[in-house]
């Protein structure tokens, strides 16, 4: 397992996010909730792998192999998985997500309980179980002082799977996980976790919240490219998932290609069926290389504090409206909002024309800063707000 950082021999920051971020110098960006910016590192790893590719083609294949070993450590480290044989490098959640729907033991009568919040990602995957009878419960979370009780109160005796995200893409909410990954271990009940808009930007512990699966793109907070993801499945559950995909990678002896007998692979390379995105994986382990370096609790940190600070610099404009709760250990690093009688689109578009890169979303305005966007331009995106003249 990787070293994670102590207090003592964490780097200073501010040269740090100098080095690794110029993106600071040509503009505010607050989109990590989509896509984030790669870190300089990122870059120069992708320009040393193409270079490499050019120059010498796959001669250098068993090194590039070792990075792949590398980036299972990291991202292992990252969610604290007991060990790398838990992590699987798919293409992305949603792929993830239907490892998970489509080799689930489903019995005619099941169901599985969602919010009416998720990203369609992970609500078509089970709405597509409906020729299976498997029935889709979604739990309104707007307005609700218990949200955790109210996705609880939803399930009964058929409910085989709770999914839910950590943090939800729209409104922001951040849910308790260790309380809804307790519940469902005691009732039986599989606990599947889409973490994409918390893994790289709030500390995760898989163990601790009692997950069966998680799964999120590299892409956002993890400060990586499209295209590559991290699946963490719960030993225990690996050879209940029936495989849907088959192919020379997911076997126990990859590379191997002479013998005919083959079982697939004990750990979560079984779901992995093909050749490897090496060019993703040299990009994320780089970009999670910095995430490691740092530490994911000063990470938090830092993060939580720049979402405060639009939380409460946001609350105080009269004509404003908070859509993210500013209610202690409800948020991470999503803050939406919207202004009274303005079209969310073309305040969006205010805001990116003069440099705020942000997203429309929930019927407002998502801002979402990772742990190096400097204060000051937190400050200048929310005075920005003031150059708006709604229609």
Not at 331 to 352: E, K, M, N, S, W
Request: proline residues 5%.
């Amino acid at each position: 397992m990787l070293r994670v950082p102590t207090e003592s021999n964490i780097p200073t920051l501010e040269p740090l996010v100098r080095t690794e971020f110029p993106v600071i110098d040509s503009c505010i960006y607050l989109n990590h909730a989509a896509v984030g910016p790669w870190p300089r590192r990122t870059q120069q790893a992708v320009t040393r792998f193409a270079e490499e590719n050019t120059i010498d083609g796959a001669r250098h294949y068993p090194r590039w192999l070792e990075i792949e070993a590398r980036l299972r450590e990291q991202l292992a480290a990252l969610i604290r998985a007991p060990t790398c044989a838990d992590i699987a490098l798919l293409k992305n959640t949603s792929e993830a997500l239907s490892f998970v729907a489509y080799g689930f033991p489903w019995r005619d009568g099941d169901n599985i309980v969602i919010s009416d919040e998720e990203f369609p990602s992970n609500r078509i995957v089970w709405e597509s179980l409906r020729n299976r009878g498997v029935s889709v419960r979604e739990v309104r979370l707007r307005g609700q002082v218990d949200p955790e009780q109210a996705l609880l109160n939803a399930a009964d005796a058929r409910t085989r799977l709770l999914s839910i995200s950590s943090v939800q893409y729209a409104s922001g909410l951040r849910l308790d996980l260790t309380r809804l990954g307790e519940h469902c271990r005691r009732r039986d009940i599989a606990f599947c976790v889409d973490a994409i808009q918390s893994v790289g930007a709030v500390d995760i512990d898989v163990e601790a919240i009692q997950a069966d699966f998680l799964m999120a793109d590299g892409h956002k907070w993890m400060l990586g490219p499209e295209g590559i993801a991290l699946f963490y499945c719960r030993p225990q559950w690996r050879e209940r998932l029936a495989l849907n995909e088959y192919g020379w990678h997911m076997i126990e002896e990859v590379g191997n290609y002479d013998r005919r007998e083959w079982q697939p692979a004990r750990s979560a390379r079984r779901f992995e069926c093909g050749s490897p995105n090496m060019l993703g994986i040299h990009a994320l382990s780089a970009s999670v290389s910095l995430l490691l370096e740092i530490g994911m609790e000063t990470i938090e940190r830092e993060v939580l504090e720049r979402t405060q600070y639009l939380l409460t610099e946001l609350g105080k404009r009269p004509g404003t409206e908070l859509l993210t709760t500013a209610a202690a250990g409800r948020y991470a690093g999503i803050v939406t909002f919207r202004a009274t009688g303005t079209d969310p689109q073309r305040l969006h578009r205010h805001l990116v024309d003069g440099g705020v890169i942000c997203a429309p979303r929930g019927g407002g305005i998502r801002f979402s800063p990772h742990f190096y966007v400097p204060m000051q331009q937190l400050e200048k995106a929310v005075k920005s707000l003031d150059g708006f003249t709604p229609s």
